[in-house]
């Protein structure tokens, strides 16, 4: 797995959108559903409808940060026994379109695959990095070394429960964006934003973060815009999850993927 | 919240210097940590600071020493059984009797402590997970003599299991919830209650059960449940004049092995052992022996000893005992292990039963099927050192939940009795069960 072009960064593809006067839209696909090659296929949608950034999933049997939409897809992707080396074909492919590309997954994986030689293969498959749910960076020595020899990014999250000092030390040790999650609570389409999101991105932004990109129940082209206007990136995930688990069959779904990211697009450069 | 900080600590004696005991974490050698998201390290932070506070407040101490005196009854007695001991070449063992304590278990323990916690910060919720049940009832006991909201989740797999402590948990007041997402057992229980508690942090206290999950949980659980080994070790001194040659518990999460360990750690001279569950034996993959059987991996929360692949996805666990089914195991137990100061050992279904049977029959006691795994160890530590050995086995629990299992493992009552009697239980359900409009 060796990519002929450079790699491109989630901080690059934010930047560019904010070049552009908008904020960067970040889409989430799970790995392996409703299968491999439908994924890469909907992550590819997805970039052509608009999406600046693609996260794929790693698919985990313990997903605690994620509802019951997210949870059906990786439960699909793991009866079909998706693996790590699925996925790093799937950031090949999808890297391939000169999208940035990052991994978005649960530790034990990483750690079960050992976190230097996965750092090594995201890179050569032309991942950007890595964004880390359940990993803070005070566990992330490994981590942190290994991104730092290859090249890679890391997000970390911080929440509304965030004390200053842990924003800081979040913003100190992400690089490319920082992660803010909208409200407490796990992933999932809501009916509104959390009213703490925008607030969470300027204390996230006054304790250092360069890039502060805005998820969790965010899902509709209102939401976008309305996140669009404090935030540099917009994260939607169980809304395109959804949007495959509702088609009727996988041409369709992916047709509605690319369809939800230009709409979501559109909201955003409404902004 | 109470803010009493007195400077001297009336028990907490694991502030002390020893090189063992005085572990408190985040990590025990390569074991433990914080792996869970950022949005949960305030509120771990939060019961952290709380806790700490609070063992160093004599009112606090007090009114949990209360609790254990008049509502639980500590301490709890020692009994010898020779008669079950002389299938084990005629060394004495001394049974540490929590099986006798109210809700009929060692879980008792921690849950009262962590409800007084729940109060001095100021929270009105608890949530819980549990698998044979014993930790939400517990759990929803403290909570019903406490005047909290709880509300406890259990795999439905479980609920099916161990219908009768589901309906013992809401003749207490809590809301049961069966939880149906992965293998519908203890661990998405856990899985759920995280994500119940990452949503509602600010008025809930995630009861943890063992002595797993993220810090501070390993030494939080560990710290109310210590109490059994500082009473048995005393308890045991006073009936032999000395200190046991070696003490035995289960260990699933690892809750009553630590609670009987942690105040031998530094009498070098005391062996202890922690007995697995092994289901169908480790070799052919159906067993919970997370140290025995498994490796060193990431797992709700904490780094130690569990059952995954070799892509680190959960393996799911067997064990007859619900109590047992677990996938990891508690940090500090993969330390004692890995440094060689307690020794892991596994015990299959049949061999537990095996022990539970005799138990029964020589001394009158229907130990908990989570206990007999540790009755089968001691006969077999028993036997190893010797006839002039003291061996002290934490009968963490009692077996009335667990008849129904053993009825069926030992053949007592016919199938179609136990068809009959289930169906007889379904018809008598009222259709609404889902919680406290009973």
């Known amino acids: ?271 | 919240m109470t803010t009493v900080d007195h400077p001297t600590p009336v028990v907490a004696p694991s502030f002390g210097p020893e090189p063992l005991a005085g572990e408190r974490g985040p990590y025990f050698g390569a074991f433990g940590g914080r792996f869970v998201p950022e949005a949960l390290v305030a509120a771990l932070d939060e019961i952290d600071a709380a806790h700490r506070s609070a063992m160093s407040d004599p009112a606090f101490v007090e009114e949990l020493a209360e609790l254990h005196r008049t509502y639980s009854g500590r301490p709890s007695i020692i009994t010898e059984v020779p008669r079950f001991a002389a299938h084990a070449g005629g060394a004495r063992i001394l049974l540490k009797r929590e099986d006798l304590n109210h809700t009929g278990s060692h879980k008792i323990n921690n849950v009262l402590g962590q409800a007084l916690l729940t109060k001095r910060m100021g929270k009105r919720r608890v949530i819980a997970e549990t698998g044979a049940g014993q930790h939400g009832v517990a759990t929803a006991t403290a909570a019903a003599l406490m005047g909290l909201e709880c509300v406890v989740y259990m795999g439905e797999e479980d609920t099916r299991r161990q219908a009768l402590n589901v309906a013992r948990m809401r003749l207490l007041g809590a809301t049961v919830v069966p939880v149906t997402a992965g293998s519908r057992t203890l661990k998405d229980a856990v899985n759920e209650a995280f994500r119940d508690w990452v949503a509602s942090v600010d008025t809930t206290h995630y009861v943890f059960g063992t002595v797993a999950g993220p810090h501070p949980f390993p030494v939080l659980v560990r710290d109310y449940q210590r109490i059994i080994g500082v009473e048995a070790r005393e308890q045991v001194q006073g009936m032999t004049g000395r200190l046991p040659d070696a003490v035995c518990a289960c260990v699933g999460g690892g809750s009553n092995a630590i609670g009987i360990f942690h105040a031998f750690l530094e009498d070098t001279d005391v062996r202890l052992f922690g007995f697995e569950a092994g289901g169908d034996g480790v070799a052919t993959g159906r067993h919970a022996s997370s140290i025995t059987g498994g490796a060193p991996g990431v797992f709700q929360g904490a780094r130690s000893f569990v059952l995954q692949d070799e892509d680190g996805q959960t393996v799911e666990s067997h064990s007859i005992s619900a109590g047992l089914d677990y996938p990891g195991v508690g940090p500090e137990h993969s330390w004692l292990g890995d440094s060689g100061r307690a020794t892991y050992r596994s015990v299959t279904d049949r061999e537990a039963m095996e022990a539970f049977k005799l138990l029964c029959r020589t001394e009158g006691i229907i130990p908990a099927i989570e206990s007999a795994h540790a009755l089968h160890g001691a006969l077999g530590v028993a036997r190893e050192l010797g006839p002039d050995a003291v061996v002290l086995v934490n009968l963490s629990g009692r077996g009335d939940k667990d008849v129904d299992t053993a009825a069926r493992w030992f053949d007592l009552v016919s199938d179609e009795d136990l068809v009959a009697s289930e169906a007889e239980r379904v018809a008598d359900a009222p259709e609404d069960t889902e919680g406290s409009g009973w």
């Open chain 1, 1 to 271: 797995m060796v990519s002929t072009a450079t790699t491109s960064t989630a901080a690059a593809a934010v930047d560019g959108a904010l070049a552009e006067g908008r904020a960067a839209l970040v889409a989430y696909l799970p790995v392996g559903f409703p299968d491999v090659a439908a994924s890469v296929e909907a992550a590819k949608a997805a970039v052509d409808g608009g999406a600046d950034v693609v996260e794929l999933g790693l698919p985990y049997s313990d997903p605690t940060m994620d509802g019951v939409t997210i949870q059906r897809a990786v439960d699909v992707a793991l009866a079909q026994r998706t693996r790590p080396a699925d996925v790093l074909r799937a950031v090949e492919a999808v890297a391939a379109t000169g999208a940035a590309v990052l991994v978005m997954t649960y530790w034990p994986p990483i750690d079960r695959y050992g976190v230097d030689r996965f750092a090594r293969d995201l890179a050569s498959a032309g991942g950007a990095g890595l964004i880390t749910p359940d990993l803070i960076p005070d566990e992330a020595g490994a981590w942190i070394g290994a991104s730092e020899a290859e090249d890679l990014e890391r997000v970390f999250l911080v929440a509304p429960s965030s004390t200053d000092a842990r924003l800081a030390l979040t913003a100190e040790r992400s690089r490319g964006f920082v992660y803010a999650a909208s409200l407490m609570g796990t992933t999932g389409a809501r009916a509104t934003v959390g009213a703490g999101a925008r607030q969470l991105v300027e204390r996230t932004r006054a304790a250092g973060a360069e890039r502060v990109c805005v998820g969790l129940g965010v899902s509709t082209p209102d939401q976008a815009a309305e996140v669009a206007g404090y935030a540099d990136g917009v994260i939607v995930g169980s809304a395109f999850v959804s949007r495959l688990l509702d088609a009727e069959d996988t041409a369709a779904g992916v047709r509605a993927v690319g369809q939800l990211a230009a709409d979501l697009s559109a909201g955003i450069r409404r902004a």
